[in-house]
């Protein structure tokens, strides 16, 4: 379980930087206090990379381990292409993070639900889940996303927009290039 959570932290940490959800993170967090905005990310997070690992988990239970080895490599090599790509707020997504809020928490959650549907950290997730221990790769992947959202918020306030973003990403990718490697 160990191996799965640390796995998991590091891959999901290195595919959360850059992301949009970050950026949403940072939005949320100019507008309402950060706690509040930390424990929506949290709800949501948990409750996407649950669905993740359950998907995962089948998959893997499905496929035979060489095949799972082999798309799980040419998964992370995409995830490497697509941070390169980067990710950018829609108008959308400004929209959403501008809205006024009753309950932060429950903005905050179901915005970011909504918007990690689909997306790379919860691809890696479903991934990891493949090759890994459930409990560890939702633990490691929901923790690495919330660290690395929160990490994004309190570099954010320090730096403001000097955030080298095209280093971030190059860096991530490459991570992700070696992840591939090792799986």
Same mark, same amino acid.
């Given at each position: ?56 988990? &089948?998959? !893997?239970?499905? +496929?035979?381990? #060489?095949?799972?080895? =082999?798309? %799980? ?6 995830? /490497? ?52 221990? &459930?409990? !560890?790769?939702? +633990?490691?992947? #929901?923790?690495?996303? =919330?660290? %690395? ?6 570099? /954010?306030r ?7 973003e ?5 860096g ?12």
């Open positions: 379980m160990l191996h799965a959570f640390l796995l998991s932290f590091g891959v999901i940490f290195v595919a959360e930087l850059g992301d949009k959800s970050q950026l949403m993170a940072l939005a949320f967090a100019t507008r309402y206090r950060t706690v509040p905005v930390l424990i929506g990310i949290t709800a949501a997070t948990a409750l996407v990379h649950l669905v993740s690992v359950f998907v995962g988990a &089948v998959l !893997g239970a499905a +496929l035979p381990t #060489t095949l799972i080895n =082999v798309l %799980a490599a040419v998964s992370f090599v995409g995830f /490497g292409f697509w941070t390169l790509r980067g990710d950018e707020l829609t108008d959308e997504d400004e929209q959403r993070a501008a809205q006024p809020a009753r309950n932060v928490i429950v903005t905050v959650g179901t915005v970011f639900f909504l918007a990690e549907l689909g997306d790379k950290t919860m691809l890696a997730t479903i991934t990891l889940a493949t090759r890994e221990g &459930v409990v !560890g790769t939702w +633990l490691g992947s #929901t923790v690495g996303m =919330v660290v %690395a959202d929160g990490l994004a918020i309190w570099v /954010g320090i730096l403001g927009a000097r955030l080298p095209k280093a971030i990403r190059i991530a990718a490459v991570l992700f290039f070696v992840f591939a490697e090792i799986g």
